[in-house]
């Protein structure tokens, strides 16, 4: 399996169109090669290439921000003397300053495949930035580790914010060059785009399923860091919205979940009671973690560890992480009903409760603190969005 960075650095006929043009480079850590030279310093070999610029989104060009919601500097590049300009500091979103050293735009983003992802916003926003100023964007294209699969609520008019780039379910199972396409049909945008696309990715095969197995991991955020963390995030990520620990300051962060005191096997008991089908395609295994850092701090917790690592137990078709983390929230509101479990606080760049910014619509924490709601109700109205989504992607599919 080729990336579109690989395929881009082995063939000159790729480069041609760019001779005499400016070109910029939109990445982050896990913007590596097979080799893992990071795509910076592989662009800035080329003798072709005229590289004046480089973008980095949500936590560096470098990956140096741990948690969310830290911002980066703008900084001048000291091996290849290029400003470096953060789409995550004063703006998320390209200055006219910004735009100005370059013609093209290249995006080589490792994206994990949920709508929660900041990435896909910044590829949205300056393939915006591009269409108003007569720029070019070329992606680069990469796997998409969650591989093809759909799932979740998709995002209501009114709720977009720099966690929701659209109208798409929170796992919508394309990479980021397919995205670039639809974002653009989407939005209505005239700009001149390209994708380089992958060689040999093959997202239904075992046992990546998205991910090609023989590729190395490199952490595409400070907390993803693993193809099991991949597979979990379109649910565990809900847990940002909560008083939940979803592991930050542990070993396997956004793998697992809890808090002090759970009764984690009576949570499990009553997952198992309320929606069965929902628990497919993974092993659930209580744990104990004590975070270092984050939620709940040096306090013991009580947690469960979703598993997707052995391909004995590992259903891709049948795991379905969203409706796993709902039904725990479900389970944990008949365990205690006055649990204070949705956290209050600015996220994102939004002053609307988080859990409502996250799903993109109340819908989400309605079903959940709703007593008379059942496991049928909330599937009902998923599968209508995951159906829509099915239908309005398929033109975009490049794989």
Known sequence: MKTGLERFLQDPALRAPLQGRRVALLA????????????????????????????????????????????????TDPQHGIPVFSLYGEVRRPTAAMLAPWDVLLVDLQDLGCRIYTFITTLRYVLEAAAASAKAVWVLDRPNPAGRPVEGLSLRDGWESFVGAGPMPMRHGMTMGELGHWF???????????????????????????????????????NAANLSMARAYAGTVMLEGTTLSEGRGTTRPLELFGAPGLDTRRLLTDMRALAPEWLHGCVLRECWFEPTFHKHAGQLCAGVQIHTEDPAHYG?????????????????????????????????YETRLAIDVINGSPLLREWVDDPGATPADLHALVAADEAAWLRARQPYLLY
């Not at 982050?28 to 980095?56: C, E, I, N, Y």
């Open 316 to 348: 891709h078709a049948a795991f379905r992480p969203w409706r796993l983390q709902a039904l725990a929230f479900k389970a944990l509101r008949r365990q205690a009903p006055g649990y204070p479990l949705w956290r209050d606080f600015p996220y994102e």
């Open 28 to 75: 982050h850590p896990a913007s590596v090669t097979r080799d893992l030279t990071h795509s910076l310093d592989a662009l800035a070999a080329l003798p072709d290439l005229k590289l004046t610029a480089a973008f980095g989104p949500q936590h560096g060009l470098r990956g140096d921000k741990q948690d969310n919601m830290v911002e980066s500097p703008d900084f």
């Open 184 to 222: 653009i049909a989407h939005l209505g945008l005239q700009v001149e785009y390209r994708v380089i696309t992958m060689e040999g990715w093959r997202p239904e095969a075992a046992p990546g399923f998205g991910w090609p197995p023989e590729r190395t991991w490199v952490n595409p955020s400070p």
